[in-house]
């Protein structure tokens, strides 16, 4: 290779070097406009059905709609269950992957069934942490040294990972916890004067506990939806009491919704196999079935033959649907009931005591895809887009990068798309994609351009240095020799240079 082929591959690498550069310095400018001390604070109201919004008057939520972001629907995992479905947001699992396939579970090892709200803690965390590997983002950010605070929400007091790591701050579950007061206490760890938190979580039990005692559509229903909203204006005003109402990212999500059963439609255990016969998990409507040693053939076949009449569903394992992502998970039974939708087994008369047939009541746990499943999502903040409405569904496991991204948090692996929701991001659509279509047409236009004017340099440099150098070239005159051979010289020195520039090592043969 001669020196000018050689000059000129050097200039078209650092041509290249340096548009790549100011593509980073574009980025780096683009990203540095997100607030490095991000406040993020999640707050889930239990059972907040996604057409709540259009029953009743909630102007400080509307508040936060209309100058923030709106989903249209946000799709819960199944089973549409609570603590599944709240392990799903903060892991950005699905129920198979995290292993939190109900309210009450299996524990095969100790062949027990546990439930994780009644049970005593220690059953619960050996339930709920037996995967080290399966942790909350409240865990990640507590190890990149920041401070999480956690109020309420299922699976707090746990210890998580193999460091058994929990948040700076929480409150275990109380539901006689008055709400004012637990936001009081939640929003004084953001400014907690020694280790305050950049990431809060707030778990509030209702409009859950309501719908269930009264059914969805009741005015029961939506009175506690409008304490809701007065609790959300309360906690608005309290963070601009503190200073943080500027600075706080605000995502409002729910866990599942519900829907309406009525006391006439219980379908009774009893009389489709012999309760001695088998045990199961979870509730109403979806149980899963763990028939006795020797009765597994006998008990499935008597809850096949009784769907005949009762009209429920009946799936074993491998017959779940894999867009469930449910079936693959060790504690999962060997089939499961699904009552149909309006209906409840008889097992739900435990905890709803008598009822007369006129009285309804509400119930989730059906398919996710269930339209009465489908939850709200909304946010606001220095972050997020000023009065955007996204028509369309996202999952609730996309919450956990949306947070890791609003946090600077490097995420696990996980099952949510940041993708689909980063629509909801102020500037990271629009700036990002003209950022990417910038740097295509540098490659696909300007890049071409250059190197074509570097070829068209290089032969005509090659060429007029044939030209000097051929023996055909005419004969040198009286003293031209000398100036013949110090250019040659001159040559040698400006070649050496140029080899010098590969690098440090100049042992060059």
Request: glycine share 6%.
């Amino acid at each position: 290779m001669d020196l000018y082929s050689t000059s000129s591959i050097l200039l078209f690498l650092q041509l290249i070097i340096g548009l790549f550069n100011v593509h980073s310095i574009f980025a780096a400018s683009h990203a540095s406009n997100e607030s490095v001390e991000n406040l993020v604070m999640l707050i889930s109201y239990d059972g907040f059905r996604h057409d709540y919004f259009q029953k009743v008057e909630i102007p400080h939520m509307d508040f936060l709609r209309s100058n923030g972001v709106v989903v249209k629907r946000m799709k819960p995992c199944f089973v549409t269950f609570t603590f599944p479905n709240h392990h799903c947001m903060i892991t950005g699992l699905y129920a198979e992957s995290h292993g939190m396939i109900a309210n009450t579970m299996l524990n095969r090892t100790e062949d027990e069934i546990v439930d994780l709200w009644e049970s005593s803690i220690e059953k619960r965390e050996r339930m709920a942490t037996r995967n080290p590997n399966i942790i909350p983002l409240w865990v990640t950010n507590e190890e990149r040294g920041r401070a999480s605070g956690v109020s309420m929400w299922p699976g707090e007091v746990f210890h998580y990972g193999e460091n058994k790591t929990r948040a700076t701050y929480f409150i275990e579950y109380n539901k006689s916890l008055d709400w004012h007061k637990s936001v009081d206490t939640a929003l004084s760890w953001f400014s907690h004067r020694e280790n305050p938190a950049n990431f809060v979580i707030l778990y509030v039990d209702e409009p859950d506990h309501t719908g269930h005692t009264y059914g969805p559509d009741s005015p029961q229903v939506l009175e506690t939806i409008q304490k809701l909203d007065n609790l959300t204006g309360y906690m608005i005003q309290q963070m601009k009491n503190l200073g943080l109402f500027d600075r706080m990212n605000m995502i409002f999500v729910s866990d599942h919704g519900m829907a309406t059963v009525n006391a006439s439609n219980i379908i009774p255990l009893d009389e489709i196999a012999p309760k001695n016969d088998y045990r199961f998990a979870s509730s109403s409507p979806t149980l899963l079935i763990y028939p006795k040693l020797g009765k597994e053939s006998e008990v499935y076949e008597k809850f096949l033959n009784g769907s005949s009449k009762w009209k429920y569903r009946v799936m074993k394992k491998e017959e779940m649907p894999e867009r469930w992502h449910y079936r693959n998970v060790e504690e999962m039974s060997p089939f499961l009931i699904m009552a149909p939708k309006g209906y409840a087994f008889s097992e739900s008369l435990d905890w709803w005591g008598k009822l007369k047939k006129s009285e309804t009541r509400g119930m989730h746990g059906w398919d996710n895809e269930m339209d009465d499943m489908g939850v709200q999502m909304f946010a606001f903040g220095p972050a997020f887009k000023k009065g955007f409405h996204l028509d369309e569904t996202v999952e609730n496991v996309d919450v956990y990068p949306l947070l890791a991204h609003l946090l600077h948090l490097t995420p696990h692996s996980h099952n949510g798309s940041f993708t689909r929701i980063s629509r909801l991001l102020d500037g990271f659509n629009d700036s990002s994609s003209t950022s990417s279509i910038a740097v295509i047409l540098i490659l696909l236009v300007v890049i071409p351009s250059i190197i074509g004017i570097i070829v068209i340099a290089v032969r005509w440099f090659r060429k007029r240095h044939t030209a000097r150098h051929s023996p055909l070239a005419t004969s040198a005159g009286p003293g031209e020799e000398d100036d013949r051979r110090r250019n040659d010289h001159e040559d040698g020195e400006e070649r050496g240079q140029i080899y010098r520039l590969s690098g440090p090592d100049e042992n060059v043969a």
